[in-house]
Structure formats: C-alpha cells, structure tokens
C-alpha cells in the first residue's frame, strides 16, 4: 500500500497502522509512504536538501536517506518530525511563488481578483493551497 499526501496525514495513517486499521489489513501488509521531495536539484543525492532520517522500529537505528533518489519509503520507518521541519523549509518560497503566479495572472486577465495568502500554516491551509 502506497500512502500519499501531506506528511502530516501520512503520519496519522502510520500511527493508525497499528490502532484503527489493524483489523482491516493483513498481517504482514507493506506500506510506503510517497515522500515530498524538493526538486531543486534534480541530481540525485548531490545537494541534500531531500535527506530524510529512517528509524528502524525493531533496533532505533537512524539512517540517512536522500529522499529525491526514492520517494516511496517504508511507513513504519520515516521519522515524521524531521520530515515536518523539512518540508516546512520551503514555506516561504512556496507562498511568495504562489503570490507571484496570481499576481501574473491576474495582469494577464486570467483570474479576476487576486487570492489571500492563508495568514499561518496549518493543515487546512495546506489542504486548501495543496
């Protein structure tokens, strides 16, 4: 099973894998979570801003992956919280791009007023501009 979307839902589908939806999966169901990337770089492994922690959940073991080399990672071994603060780099840039594309759209006729950047980051927000 491929689990796709924010990090922080894949993180509660993680925390639910063995809760809420364990009775509905079998036993020994693989699931990877579809990490977020930058693609900055496009050069696999060269300027990591992509590395993201594993954490073995049987020994604690930490190791580093470059998540832009293979997106699609074991559920149960992504440390969420590093991925939360990486991802949360980008927010920036990410909003004042958004502002700057209806700002060209608006000029050119294609959108009639201009839209609000959402005052503070929360989930909702996230899936309202996702």
Not at 10 to 33: C, E, I, N, Q, Y
Not at 64 to 93: A, I, W
Not at 100 to 108: A, G, S, T
């Amino acid at each position: 099973m491929v689990v796709i979307g924010s990090d922080m839902m894949m993180a509660a589908v993680a925390r639910a894998r063995s809760t809420s939806l364990a009775p509905h999966l079998k036993p020994g169901v693989k699931m990877f979570a579809s990490i977020n990337s930058p693609m900055q770089c496009m050069m696999k492994e060269i300027c990591a801003q992509c590395v993201q922690t594993h954490v073995n959940p049987e020994t604690g073991e930490q190791t580093l992956v470059f998540s832009c080399f293979n997106q699609d990672q074991p559920l149960e071994q992504v440390n969420f919280n590093l991925l939360n603060s990486r991802l949360r780099q980008n927010s920036t840039v990410e909003k004042l791009t958004s502002q700057w594309i209806d700002r060209c759209l608006v000029q050119m006729g294609a959108r009639a007023k201009s839209v609000t950047v959402p005052s503070e980051e929360s989930e909702s927000d996230y899936l309202a501009w996702g």
